[in-house]
């Protein structure tokens, strides 16, 4: 199966493909990297919350900005009405299986999307192109107006720090314990720039955003499903991007758990003012969590829209999937066969 290969690079990446931004102890250091896109990005951005966030006694308060195109010197900050992100006539297939026949699609800074769309459409697929763990056979995918498929690796480590991911299976390494696992992205892009008692303090800083100090002790095994989601997601958020990618982020959780992680991912982007994009099946997740969605059918975009938009459309692909009708007389020959 094409995505299994995959799977060792996505544990590789999983810190490379991780954080937020918030303010923290100290600013994050620059990596090594490109002088284009050192120049392009310049220093990671920082996002303060206004509301009940974990704080550090250094943590300063500096106005959000984007590091993305300049004009004579000075920084421009990118406006919720341009696109941060986007996939244009993007193909992809795996042997004789064609995932994206054509993919467009925009996602606008400090949105959340949701990409809806039935199992093995490749919702999961256009995040890992995202980020670079999946090659595109062609078309563009850009942020901040930079392609992402034409970069090299030195200069996709920069893009993985400001788009953070949380793995659908939360990806944490089971031999090492909860605050290794939060500091492994530290340790991996910043270890010439951070000292042990930064790293630790980032990765306090990191679990009580989510609700889980005080645990970097324990081992993933004495988890449960929902504090392992969280514990992912403190790895996300510790190395700070402007992007976080939700993959199936509530699957196998409990109606609970289910909403605490719905309210991680709301609170988080309304606090810290981060661009979101989400992959799930669960409607009514979606529909909390989301400004827009996204539905994804056949290699393309079909449908696009707020929650309220999606659910007037009476094109039966869309209607049919969001309201989880199947047609009454399907047989078991067709049902194998779908």
């Not at 994009?277 to 409607?283: G, Q, Y």
Request: hydrophobic share 40%; net charge positive.
């Amino acid at each position: 199966m094409p995505e299994l290969a995959a799977g060792a690079a996505v544990l590789t990446a999983a810190a490379a493909a991780v954080g937020v931004d918030a303010g923290t102890p100290a600013p994050l250091p620059h990596a090594q990297i490109h002088p284009r896109i050192a120049k392009k990005f310049g220093q990671p951005v920082s996002f303060m919350s206004a509301g009940t966030l974990p704080r550090s006694p250094r943590i300063h308060e500096p106005e959000r900005t984007f590091r993305g195109r300049s004009s004579g010197g000075n920084i421009e900050r990118v406006s919720s009405n341009e696109a941060l992100i986007r996939f244009k006539s993007v193909k992809k297939a795996f042997g004789q299986k064609v995932i994206y026949s054509g993919l467009d699609l925009e996602i606008k800074a400090g949105e959340s999307l949701t990409i809806i769309g039935g199992s093995g459409v490749g919702k999961s697929v256009m995040l890992k192109m995202l980020i670079g763990l999946l090659k595109v056979d062609s078309g563009s995918i850009t942020f901040h107006d930079e392609d992402i498929t034409k970069m090299r690796r030195e200069e996709l480590g920069l893009v993985r720090q400001r788009i953070g991911m949380l793995f659908q299976g939360s990806a944490l390494f089971d031999s090492i314990s909860v605050g290794a696992n939060v500091a492994y992205g530290l340790h991996e892009h910043f270890y010439k720039k951070m000292n042990d008692a930064e790293i630790a303090e980032r990765v306090h800083w990191a679990l009580s955003l989510v609700g889980l100090p005080g645990i970097e002790e324990m081992r993933p095994a004495d988890l449960s499903g929902g504090m392992k989601k969280r514990v992912g997601l403190a790895r996300a958020i510790a190395i700070q991007p402007e992007v976080i990618l939700f993959d199936e982020p509530t699957t196998g959780l409990d109606p609970i758990n289910t909403t605490r992680i719905n309210h991680l991912i709301t609170g988080l982007k309304k606090s810290l003012n981060i661009t979101t994009i989400n992959v799930t099946h669960d409607m009514s997740s979606a529909y909390y969590i989301s400004d827009r969605l996204a539905m994804v059918h056949r290699g393309r975009i079909i449908a696009q829209g707020t929650p309220d938009e999606l659910k007037a459309i009476t094109d039966p692909r869309v209607a049919d999937f969001i309201h989880g009708r199947a047609p009454v007389n399907e047989d078991v020959a067709t049902l194998l066969g779908a």
